[in-house]
């Protein structure tokens, strides 16, 4: 077997370890492809769809779509990132993602991919749930209205941590993480320094506490957005 697989990534030519995914080929090659779901570390989920790419004209999950030689990968044509902007959109309207009282702001990736796709305001109407809030734990809360169900937090919690504290439960609108407790996250084995809080993107799963210990300004995304330490690499 080759030991390098070669594809056209957005017209330039690039190696690929055999079996490596599209997107973690592109990434390498200092070409940054949105995600969402998609978590360094983890087996791919592929159910965010933010990381959709053409190969030979057809749209594909590029976290899940392994490279294969000859394939022509677009990953930036308006038509992406119209399809990007509205599934942003969607999670925007569907949950209550209120950036400027939130005190992920500025480290969401959520909010930052809403920046980089240009992102004003959602043309779904908004769905204003009333969700719970899970503050019951002495260092963490657990705030539904504003998880985008990316599964980082169940995934991360299980395969990394090794604990299993989260999971989904229902089906359609009604799905929603849950944890392994009757008694709310009080009563599960989840700690402050378990991985899976970092995993989360949005403002769903928090430390206490340490509210705008980094000033609003000062944050991850306020100065770069997502993806520029990627495209910085093709650079240099
Ligand atoms: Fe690929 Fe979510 S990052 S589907």
Do not use: W
Request: charged share 20%; hydrophobic share 35%; net charge positive.
């Amino acid at each position: 077997m080759s030991e390098t697989v070669t594809l056209t990534i957005d017209g330039a030519e690039i190696q690929a370890k055999p079996g490596q995914m599209i997107l973690v080929a592109a990434e390498e090659a200092g070409i940054y492809i949105p995600r969402l779901c998609h978590y360094k570390g983890l087996k791919p989920h592929g159910s965010c769809r933010l990381c959709t790419v053409t190969v030979n004209g057809k749209p594909m999950a590029s976290c899940t779509q392994p490279v294969a030689p000859g394939m022509v990968v677009e990953t930036k044509t308006e038509a992406l990132n119209q399809f990007r902007r509205q599934i942003l959109e969607m999670l925007f309207a569907e949950g209550n993602h209120y950036c400027m009282f939130c005190e992920k702001s500025g480290n969401c990736e959520l909010q930052a991919q809403g920046y980089r796709y240009g992102m004003t305001a959602p043309r779904y109407p908004f769905q204003y749930p009333m969700r719970d809030i899970d503050a019951s734990h002495p260092d963490i809360f657990l705030d539904h209205n504003r998880c985008i169900l990316c599964a980082r937090c169940v995934r991360t919690s299980k395969d990394l941590d090794g604990k299993n504290v989260f999971q989904f439960v229902n089906r359609g609108k009604h799905k929603r993480v849950a944890v392994d407790s009757r008694a709310r996250l009080a009563g599960t084995n989840a700690n402050v320094t378990d991985q899976a809080l970092g995993a989360c993107p949005v403002g769903a799963l928090m430390k206490k506490r340490v509210g705008y210990a980094v000033p609003v300004g000062q944050r991850l995304y306020d100065h770069k957005p997502i993806g520029s330490e990627i495209e910085a690499k093709a650079s240099r």
